[in-house]
């Protein structure tokens, strides 16, 4: 199974962070063999800044690196998105989305009109990822990013982005780890373990119980090391200087990185799309196959009965 999502994984992505002040821009072209950083960009002052003036540079980006017609990941802070694992036994895959449905009301403070969520069954796992965000923090992202010019495809949070690309790393994932990640407000933790298939956290910046606490919610072992998210990405072949897997820029630029690859190939990532069906956007080249594939055949079929014709 493993061998088969090699060579599944293809593609290319855009992925988006967004921050504080800024969105920082992540391009992605993963084969089976390497994955390579086409380039990354940052957009200053986007809250203040018309949305049609920098939505014009970044297309002008995109466009020198041939990836204008994807449609981007766009990942939301961590602290604007409830993550919550679920434990779901003995439910089928027709019935899980109306187990999930019976439960929502109970996962957030909200009411229902209030919030989007997504929600996806764990591979190997009884336990279902669910992430929720507020309906009007949505709308306004949709809205900034349509008049800025720029297709998207998923809006996204970080528990689901970290899991999927950690899968398209060569060989088996990596079991019973913790990772931090140093934000500008706060700590993000993520982890998994056997306990707990994903585990993930934010904490105020210096908190010193932080990573005690996630580790023993991870039943982990104290002395337990932990990582950066960087290091359990799979590792790009080809990159510029500012993404070269040892440096600092590589380890600030993780989590764009990670949706950048969970965009490239949502085929093989955990769904963690808060946008809804309606205002998505596609963009990949791959969806056009099946219809390059029929029109070949009819072609074929069409000289194969004009020469029967004329041999008989």
């Known amino acids: 199974m493993e061998g088969f999502r090699k060579w599944l994984a293809f593609g290319t992505g855009v992925g988006v962070e967004v921050r504080e002040h800024e969105l920082q821009v992540t391009i992605v072209r993963v084969r089976r063999s390497e994955t390579t950083v086409l380039g990354s960009a940052t957009v200053t002052d986007y809250r203040n800044r018309p949305a049609a003036e920098w939505g014009a540079e970044l297309s002008l980006f995109l466009r020198k690196l041939g990836a204008a017609h994807i449609a981007a990941t766009v990942l939301l802070p961590r602290r604007e998105v409830i993550v919550r694992t679920v434990l779901i036994p003995g439910v089928s895959d027709r019935d899980l989305e109306a187990a999930i449905r019976l439960q929502i009301d109970s996962l957030h403070p ?102 005690g606490l996630a580790k023993s919610e991870l039943r982990l072992e104290l002395e337990t090391e932990q990582s950066s998210f960087s290091e359990v990405l799979p590792q790009p072949a080809v990159f510029p200087e500012s993404h070269a897997p040892d440096s600092i820029g590589f380890t600030q630029n993780a989590l764009p990185y990670a949706a950048a690859l969970a965009g490239a190939c949502p085929w ?14 596609g963009s990949s080249r791959v969806r056009l196959i099946p219809t390059f594939t029929l029109g070949t055949l009819f072609l074929l079929l069409l000289i194969g009965l004009a020469l029967r014709s004329r041999f008989a």
């Open 110 to 211: 909200f009411t229902e009109d209030e919030v989007y969520f997504s929600w996806a069954r764990i591979s190997g796992s009884p336990s279902v990822l669910v992430g929720i965000a507020r309906r009007e923090l949505m709308d306004q992202l949709s809205l900034t990013f349509a008049e800025a010019g720029i297709k998207v495809a998923a809006f996204t949070f970080s528990a689901a982005a970290i899991y999927s690309a950690v899968r398209l790393r060569p060989g088996p994932a990596p079991t019973g780890f913790v990772l931090v990640h140093e934000g500008e407000r706060e700590i993000e933790i993520y982890g998994e373990s056997e306990s707990k298939p994903i585990f993930s956290a934010t904490f105020p910046a210096g908190d010193p119980r932080a990573l």
């Open 268 to 281: 093989l990532s955990l769904d963690g799309n808060l946008l809804p069906p309606e205002q998505r956007r």
